[in-house]
């Protein structure tokens, strides 16, 4: 009708309107088109059309012609000239005491009240407020139907893999359920080849999706490095490959390290010697042969079948090299940091970091074709990590590392994994090829998508000009075929190693607050010598040291040297024998020790935490603090047990800033840190306007935020300024230094 009205006027007002605006014009009256009908909508759709220099018509014509439009097709009323359907309620409604058990409104119940839900006039709730007043649904309601169907599948699939906003419940005494599916597990072609392919399988760990649909290759020989942000999943999966959860040909030994060993009676030494079960067994043999051919009872015949024994016997340990078994273990356990005296000590007087070196020194030790090494770096000192180093790079069988120390993937790896997304992307090259190589990949696929999507947008442009066109009605309606057909246009993932390397900002940032300036000395110490009361071992011997508000220090050397009980002495732990520590008396520190992380009530969350150490602000203002390091949204709620190694530091960063400290002191802040955390803190560290000293063997970290290294061994502290011009920075020129030294 309202088509009918609109032609007759039109072509009457309009003679000389060609036909195809004619038809475009009438394409806004179709019935269920949902368009404005008023005068004003009118206006503001016809007016341009009607006042074309072809029509000969003016404004004013214009404006008449839409008032007498508006009144043929009966929606004058929407402009308030026309008559109202309002009636008086006989009684108020409340809508509120309409809501049903869940707080929702019941629409059908209000409308009935209002006398228009019943019967032939139903009406939308949805058109309620609209300009053209209330109409009849035009919903379809199969589809209608259909689209809640698939929501509701799409809530239940999202409730079976755990609500985003969920917080977890963290309990010590239950281990929580790792779900592997795998499909298919080769190793090669040939059974004795010790080259690993798992296709097309799933790891999901405690309700969260860590890989789908995943397959991993590793060539027998090469080393590979495992990358990717904290909680992302690379830990479950070296535990999913050692464990057997993803079944790999069982002539491949494997050997995970992870857990420290257990303490004991037996000698350093001696547990890395044990770690050879084969040569445990043979020497075992070799003994009980002897005992055999010692006896004076035997026969002829046994000591004959024994003698031939004993000779296989000694083959085999000719074969694996036995005589030299202990000068390597001695060898691994001094490049690993143990002396000759603590190669010889029992195993049980060792604390937990020194255990996790033996526990890596019996891997190295045995040899197996897939060695699986999780942030091993975390528990050695400078010189140590050199030494791995190097000793990595001469390693024969497989390799699969866990490290967010780019300087040591660049000197190990050969080829990276990247795991993203529930995704294992496969890299060839170092960890500097892997960033060029990943940062390409991502350009081409940014490009393939804007390019689809400037592709769609072409089409919808198209079928919006033309589809209402009579000449050009039967190609728009193509276009919307093509359209419809395409499969869904879904955006290149947000990578998590975006702007490594290329120095892009990230969305993490973390923040110190800046102090107040202090007049120097600040924190000093002159002539120190420090020994343990009651031991005549002098640990550190005559040293001199200033830090003051700008300055930026780097504290290395090997473990035991002193490092830590500077930093005892530097806080006021500890007195020294002789010499003078002193302090500012408005000084106040922040100390970042690994100890601090053990020592976090891990029943609580992060914000409980402040609060008890830091009363008196509102949880805003502590979520803000935390906001500063990273723990956003639930993360700041959940209890800290349940948080990652990387956010457990950062919730001890976060009450570090709240004291608004002079001077930081850092005790290997990067372990566990992610790659993106570590710039995060390196960029923060050069912003602040304090003084910061910083022990770690980081040498990229280091060198980004340092610009003095001294160097904490034999009781003594001196500085090392590197060579001028040589193009690299001070601690990886002492880190070439202890490379030359190493005899290897």
């Given at each position: 009708?309202?088509?009918?009205?609109?032609?007759?006027?039109?072509?009457?007002?309009?003679?000389?309107?060609?036909?195809?605006?004619?038809?475009?014009?009438?394409?806004?009256?179709?019935?269920?088109?949902?368009?404005?009908?008023?005068?004003?909508?009118?206006?503001?759709?016809?007016?341009?059309?009607?006042?074309?220099?072809?029509?000969?018509?003016?404004?004013?014509?214009?404006?008449?012609?839409?008032?007498?439009?508006?009144?043929?097709?009966?929606?004058e009323?929407?402009?308030?000239?026309?008559?109202?359907?309002?009636r008086?309620?006989?009684?108020?409604v409340?809508i509120?005491?309409?809501?049903?058990?869940?707080?929702?409104?019941?629409?059908?119940?209000?409308?009935?009240a209002?006398?228009?839900?019943?019967?032939a006039?139903?009406?939308?709730?949805?058109?309620?407020?609209?300009?053209?007043?209330p109409?009849?649904?035009t919903?379809?309601?199969?589809?209608?139907?259909?689209?809640?169907?698939?929501l509701?599948s799409?809530?239940?699939?999202?409730?079976a893999?755990?609500?985003?906003?969920?917080?977890p419940?963290?309990?010590?005494?239950?281990?929580?359920?790792?779900?592997v599916?795998?499909?298919?597990?080769?190793?090669?072609?040939t059974?004795?080849?010790?080259?690993?392919?798992?296709?097309n399988?799933?790891?999901?760990?405690?309700?969260?999706?860590?890989?789908?649909?995943?397959?991993?290759?590793?060539?027998?020989?090469?080393?590979?490095?495992?990358?990717?942000?904290?909680g992302?999943?690379k830990?479950?999966?070296?535990?999913?490959?050692?464990?057997?959860?993803?079944?790999?040909?069982?002539?491949?030994?494997?050997?995970h390290?992870?857990?420290?060993i257990?303490?004991?009676?037996?000698?350093?030494?001696?547990?890395?010697?044990?770690?050879?079960?084969?040569?445990?067994?043979?020497?075992?043999?070799?003994?009980a042969?002897?005992?055999?051919?010692?006896?004076?009872?035997?026969?002829?015949?046994?000591?004959?079948?024994?003698?031939?024994?004993?000779?296989?016997?000694?083959?085999?340990?000719?074969?694996?090299?036995?005589?030299?078994?202990?000068?390597?273990?001695?060898?691994?356990?001094?490049?690993?940091?143990?002396?000759?005296?603590?190669?010889k000590?029992?195993t049980?007087?060792?604390?937990?970091?020194?255990?996790?070196?033996?526990?890596?020194?019996?891997?190295?030790?045995?040899?197996?074709?897939?060695?699986?090494?999780?942030?091993?770096?975390?528990?050695?000192?400078?010189?140590?990590?050199?030494?791995?180093e190097?000793?990595?790079?001469?390693w024969?069988?497989?390799?699969?590392?866990v490290?967010?120390?780019?300087?040591?993937?660049?000197?190990?790896?050969?080829?990276i994994?990247?795991?993203?997304?529930?995704?294992?992307?496969?890299?060839?090259?170092?960890?500097?090829?892997?960033?060029s190589?990943?940062?390409?990949?991502?350009?081409?696929?940014?490009?393939?998508?804007?390019?689809?999507?400037?592709?769609r947008?072409h089409?919808?442009?198209?079928?919006?000009?033309?589809?209402?066109?009579?000449?050009?009605?039967?190609?728009?309606?193509?276009k919307?075929?093509?359209?419809e057909?395409?499969?869904?246009l879904?955006?290149?993932?947000?990578d998590?190693?975006?702007?490594?390397?290329?120095?892009?900002?990230?969305?993490?940032?973390?923040r110190?607050?800046?102090?107040e300036k202090?007049?120097?000395?600040?924190?000093?110490?002159?002539?120190?010598t420090?020994?343990?009361?009651g031991?005549?071992?002098?640990?550190?011997?005559?040293?001199?040291?200033?830090?003051?508000?700008?300055?930026?220090?780097?504290?290395?050397?090997p473990n035991?040297?002193?490092?830590?009980?500077?930093i005892?002495?530097?806080?006021?732990?500890?007195?020294?024998?002789t010499?003078?520590?002193?302090?500012?008396?408005?000084?106040?520190?922040?100390?970042?020790?690994?100890?601090?992380?053990?020592?976090?009530?891990?029943?609580?969350s992060?914000?409980?935490?402040?609060?008890?150490?830091?009363?008196?602000?509102?949880?805003?203002?502590?979520?803000?603090?935390?906001?500063?390091?990273?723990?956003?949204?639930?993360?700041?709620?959940?209890?800290?047990?349940?948080?990652?190694?990387?956010?457990?530091?950062r919730?001890?960063?976060?009450?570090?800033?709240?004291?608004?400290?002079?001077?930081?002191?850092?005790?290997?802040?990067?372990?566990h840190?992610?790659?993106?955390?570590?710039?995060?803190?390196a960029?923060?560290?050069?912003?602040?306007?304090?003084?910061v000293?910083?022990?770690?063997?980081?040498?990229?970290?280091?060198?980004?935020?340092?610009n003095?290294?001294?160097?904490?061994?034999d009781?003594?502290?001196?500085?090392?300024?590197?060579?001028?011009?040589?193009?690299?920075?001070?601690?990886?020129?002492?880190?070439k230094?202890?490379?030359?030294s190493?005899?290897?």
């Amino acid at each position: 009708m309202e088509a009918e009205a609109a032609k007759r006027l039109l072509a009457a007002a309009c003679p000389s309107m060609d036909a195809d605006t004619l038809e475009y014009a009438l394409g806004y009256f179709e019935p269920g088109a949902g368009n404005d009908l008023s005068t004003a909508g009118l206006r503001e759709f016809l007016g341009p059309l009607l006042e074309d220099s072809t029509n000969n018509i003016t404004s004013a014509q214009a404006k008449a012609l839409c008032e007498k439009l508006a009144r043929e097709i009966g929606s004058e009323d929407s402009e308030g000239n026309g008559s109202s359907d309002a009636r008086r309620l006989d009684q108020s409604v409340n809508i509120a005491s309409n809501a049903d058990a869940h707080g929702v409104s019941n629409a059908s119940t209000t409308l009935a009240a209002l006398g228009m839900g019943t019967g032939a006039k139903s009406v939308d709730l949805a058109h309620l407020q609209s300009k053209n007043g209330p109409q009849s649904s035009t919903v379809d309601q199969k589809k209608l139907r259909k689209a809640e169907m698939k929501l509701a599948s799409k809530r239940e699939e999202r409730g079976a893999k755990g609500d985003l906003y969920e917080i977890p419940v963290w309990n010590p005494n239950v281990k929580p359920a790792m779900i592997v599916n795998q499909m298919k597990s080769s190793s090669s072609a040939t059974s004795a080849s010790k080259d690993i392919r798992i296709e097309n399988f799933d790891i999901h760990f405690a309700g969260k999706k860590i890989l789908t649909n995943a397959d991993l290759s590793m060539t027998y020989g090469r080393r590979y490095g495992l990358v990717g942000k904290n909680g992302i999943g690379k830990s479950t999966l070296l535990r999913a490959i050692a464990h057997g959860e993803l079944q790999l040909p069982s002539h491949i030994r494997i050997l995970h390290v992870e857990q420290e060993i257990a303490g004991g009676d037996t000698e350093a030494i001696q547990s890395v010697l044990q770690a050879d079960l084969e040569r445990e067994a043979l020497l075992a043999d070799e003994k009980a042969l002897n005992a055999t051919l010692a006896r004076t009872s035997i026969s002829p015949e046994e000591a004959t079948a024994a003698a031939e024994k004993l000779k296989n016997v000694y083959l085999k340990l000719e074969e694996i090299e036995s005589d030299k078994a202990e000068s390597r273990a001695s060898l691994i356990l001094n490049g690993l940091g143990f002396s000759p005296a603590q190669q010889k000590a029992a195993t049980k007087t060792f604390s937990g970091g020194w255990r996790m070196r033996l526990a890596l020194a019996r891997a190295l030790f045995c040899r197996p074709d897939l060695l699986l090494a999780d942030e091993v770096t975390n528990y050695l000192d400078f010189p140590a990590v050199v030494w791995l180093e190097n000793y990595f790079q001469n390693w024969s069988a497989t390799l699969l590392v866990v490290s967010h120390d780019r300087s040591f993937l660049d000197a190990v790896t050969t080829d990276i994994f990247h795991l993203h997304n529930g995704v294992l992307d496969y890299y060839k090259g170092n960890f500097t090829s892997y960033i060029s190589a990943r940062a390409e990949r991502r350009k081409n696929q940014i490009r393939e998508y804007e390019a689809q999507l400037q592709y769609r947008q072409h089409l919808q442009a198209f079928i919006d000009r033309w589809r209402y066109n009579a000449n050009r009605a039967a190609q728009a309606q193509s276009k919307i075929k093509i359209l419809e057909k395409l499969p869904e246009l879904i955006a290149p993932p947000k990578d998590d190693m975006d702007g490594l390397g290329e120095g892009e900002s990230k969305d993490l940032y973390f923040r110190f607050p800046e102090p107040e300036k202090l007049s120097p000395p600040i924190l000093q110490m002159d002539e120190v010598t420090f020994a343990y009361p009651g031991t005549t071992r002098t640990i550190l011997s005559s040293i001199s040291f200033d830090l003051q508000m700008d300055s930026k220090i780097a504290i290395v050397g090997p473990n035991g040297a002193g490092k830590s009980t500077m930093i005892y002495l530097l806080t006021g732990q500890h007195t020294p024998t002789t010499g003078i520590c002193h302090r500012h008396g408005r000084l106040r520190l922040g100390l970042f020790s690994q100890h601090h992380v053990d020592q976090i009530d891990l029943a609580v969350s992060s914000v409980q935490f402040l609060t008890a150490k830091f009363p008196g602000k509102t949880e805003e203002e502590y979520r803000r603090v935390l906001g500063r390091f990273g723990l956003t949204g639930t993360t700041a709620l959940q209890p800290i047990g349940t948080l990652s190694g990387g956010q457990k530091s950062r919730v001890v960063f976060a009450a570090m800033s709240l004291t608004n400290p002079h001077v930081l002191i850092l005790d290997e802040p990067t372990n566990h840190l992610d790659m993106d955390s570590i710039d995060a803190l390196a960029l923060a560290l050069r912003e602040f306007k304090g003084g910061v000293a910083v022990i770690s063997h980081d040498e990229r970290f280091l060198d980004a935020v340092c610009n003095d290294v001294w160097i904490c061994a034999d009781g003594k502290l001196k500085s090392f300024s590197g060579a001028i011009g040589d193009g690299d920075g001070a601690v990886k020129q002492y880190k070439k230094s202890l490379l030359k030294s190493l005899d290897l």
